[in-house]
């Protein structure tokens, strides 16, 4: 019988689908893992931006995760929106508790679009009661920036700080996303006492909304898979990549990207235009 994989996000929403939990669950389904979400915030946003969010209770919010853990225990979860350090405090908990093989944290602060997504006294929560939990973590530079306390330019800055976020953080492996960068995509992973680095072009466009979970959905269901963490690293930058590439093109503002791009291309059937 073919063995069923299981991926988690425990996340905020995005109506608009190209963020958030929205986001991740097409993800897991693209990569072929039965994907699960638990909501932490409801947020009003779209490809233009967020207009506001609310928190769900800790009651719900503890409840849902224990739906999902009493009931299909997941091989691999990852969170991304917290917003809290009520919601931060529990997530852990309950992470710890339910003993999870896989957990990838995308330490998620700032929307694209400038708006905050987790409160500023949340961030040593963050970094005390879930870094050191993270098989992996996924930063993008100001993300890097905020956990170290130090500003990062160069690519050997990138370097140092997946290393600190290793060795003085606690996470498993971590990996600084270049996304923010000029020039090419560069991502630098440490894991292990090495560096790997993954690298594509630089797409031009402005369609990357959601580019961050996308890709630490696809590490999630490939780590779900069974997969090592280079290997899941690999196919998250080939999925994104593709997903930035072939744009959709829709939205008024930073429209989401396409994540029918990677299967397509790799079961070269048209599904979409790509
Ligand atoms: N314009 C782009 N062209 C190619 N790859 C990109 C582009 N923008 C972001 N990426 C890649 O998308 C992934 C997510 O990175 P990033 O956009 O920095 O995350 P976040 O959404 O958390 O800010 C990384 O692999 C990054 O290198
Ligand atoms: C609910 C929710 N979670 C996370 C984000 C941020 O997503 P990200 O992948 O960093 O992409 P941008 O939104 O910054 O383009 C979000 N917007 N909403």
Do not use: W
Not at 151 to 165: G, H, P, V, W, Y
Not at 168 to 190: F, N, P, Q, S, T
Not at 241 to 249: D, E, F, M, N, V
């Amino acid at each position: 019988m073919t063995e069923i994989y299981k991926a988690l996000s425990i996340a905020g929403t995005d109506p608009t689908g190209g963020a958030g939990i929205h986001a991740d669950l097409k993800a897991f389904q693209e990569q072929g893992v039965y994907g699960m979400a638990v909501i932490t915030s409801v947020v009003a946003q779209n490809t233009l931006g967020v207009k506001s969010f609310e928190e769900m209770s800790q009651n719900n919010i503890s409840q849902q995760i224990d739906c999902v853990i009493e009931d299909i225990k997941p091989d691999a979860v990852k969170t991304g929106m917290l917003a809290s350090i009520d919601i931060i405090e529990l997530v852990a908990e309950k992470l710890k508790a339910a003993n999870i093989q896989s957990y990838v944290m995308d330490p998620v602060m700032v929307a694209k679009s400038g708006h905050h997504l987790l409160y500023q006294d949340a961030i040593d929560h963050l970094k005390k009661l879930l870094i050191p939990q993270a098989t992996v973590i996924t930063p993008n530079i100001p993300e890097a920036e905020v956990i170290i306390g130090k500003s990062i330019e160069t690519l050997q800055q990138m370097r140092d700080a997946a290393k600190e976020i290793v060795q003085v953080y606690g996470a498993k492996a971590a990996i600084v996303k270049g996304g923010h960068r000029d020039g090419e995509a560069r991502d630098v992973l440490y894991f292990d006492e090495n560096f790997e680095e993954f690298v594509s072009p630089r797409f031009d466009t402005k369609h990357t909304h959601g580019t961050g979970c996308t890709f630490s959905a696809v590490i999630t269901a490939e780590l779900a898979k069974q997969k090592s963490i280079k290997e899941a690293v690999t196919v998250g930058k080939e999925f994104i990549s593709a997903a930035i590439k072939h744009t959709l093109g829709i939205g008024k503002g930073q429209g989401p990207t396409n994540h029918f791009a990677y299967r397509s291309m790799n079961q070269q059937i048209a599904r979409q235009p790509l």
